[in-house]
């Protein structure tokens, strides 16, 4: 294994689950998409009706959605092994832009949470989400400044669940998800702290058991070799 790597190697994927893989970046990304015109393209017109309640506060909530669509729409790209590969300075490219469009949209929504309207449980959950993403995101930038990629990759996998929170979170909103709290502003705070907790355990889960898997092939194979060896030196 060399320094760049490690302690220890995912597993390559068959030609099955990588199209699976593709598959499911190509949705996420159309999702992504969808969730950005709905309700997001309209504030790059700044003027008054655009911005209803969010008129005193325009230039931290254009600063974070021109930031969060960086990452959002950025972020998808990351993960496309074959792009990576061939092109790995389009690979860093990106990536920059992906975590300065972070730090940009956390700057406006860490301002925007403590201004907001709603009500304070809902500041304070916008502001958890802030902290968790941008310190994700952060861990997912010293891992790959220490050269460590399979640390890089689980943190970027995680700082992109987060970033998707924004589309979660309005999934959840347009759904008849809740529909049935007495408080409408106890269902959208409820809603911001679900949408990203449960998809990031669940993440966790799939990472952990993939590190798993992993580590227990590599001690199979390192047992195999071993027994080989005594094999041919008998
Ligand atoms: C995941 C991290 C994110 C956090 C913590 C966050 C936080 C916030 C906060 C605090 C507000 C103001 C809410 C209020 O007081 O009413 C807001 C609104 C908004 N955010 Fe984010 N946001 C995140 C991701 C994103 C992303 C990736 C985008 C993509 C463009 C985005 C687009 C918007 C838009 C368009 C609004 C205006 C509200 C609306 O019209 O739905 N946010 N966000």
């Known amino acids: 294994m060399n320094a760049i790597s490690s302690h220890h190697q995912v597993q390559p994927s068959t030609g099955g689950t990588k199209l699976l893989r593709r598959l499911a970046w190509i949705f996420v990304f159309l999702l992504a998409l969808y969730f950005f015109f709905k309700y997001a393209t309209h504030y790059f017109v700044v003027n008054e009706r655009n911005y209803g309640p969010y008129w005193q506060h325009w230039g931290a909530l254009l600063l974070h959605i021109v930031g969060g669509t960086f990452a959002l729409l950025l972020g998808p790209l990351q993960f496309w092994a074959g792009l990576r590969q061939r092109f790995p300075r389009f690979h860093r490219i990106t ?85 049935g709290m007495a408080n409408p502003k ?45 094999r041919s030196a008998a």
């Not at 500041?123 to 400044?145: D, E, N, Q, R, Y």
């Not at 640390?151 to 309005?170: D, I, M, N, P």
């Not at 799939?206 to 005594?230: C, F, V």
Request: with cysteine.
């Open 95 to 179: 990536g920059r832009l992906y975590f300065a469009g972070i730090v940009l949209g956390s700057a406006g929504s860490l301002y925007l949470s403590t201004h907001s309207k709603v009500s304070q449980a809902f500041g304070v959950a916008l502001f958890a989400l802030t902290l968790v993403w941008l310190i994700s995101s952060a861990m997912a930038l010293v891992a790959i400044l220490r050269r460590q990629v399979t640390t890089h990759k689980e943190w970027v996998t995680r700082s992109y669940v987060l970033t998707f929170a924004f589309v979660t979170g309005r999934l959840l909103l347009d759904s008849p998800f809740l529909r």
């Open 186 to 230: 106890d269902r959208m705070v409820t809603i911001i702290w679900l949408c990203w907790t449960i998809p990031l355990f669940i993440t966790e889960i799939i990472l952990q058991w993939r590190r798993s898997a992993s580590i227990a092939s590599n001690s199979r194979q390192r047992e195999l070799g071993a027994t080989n060896w005594d």
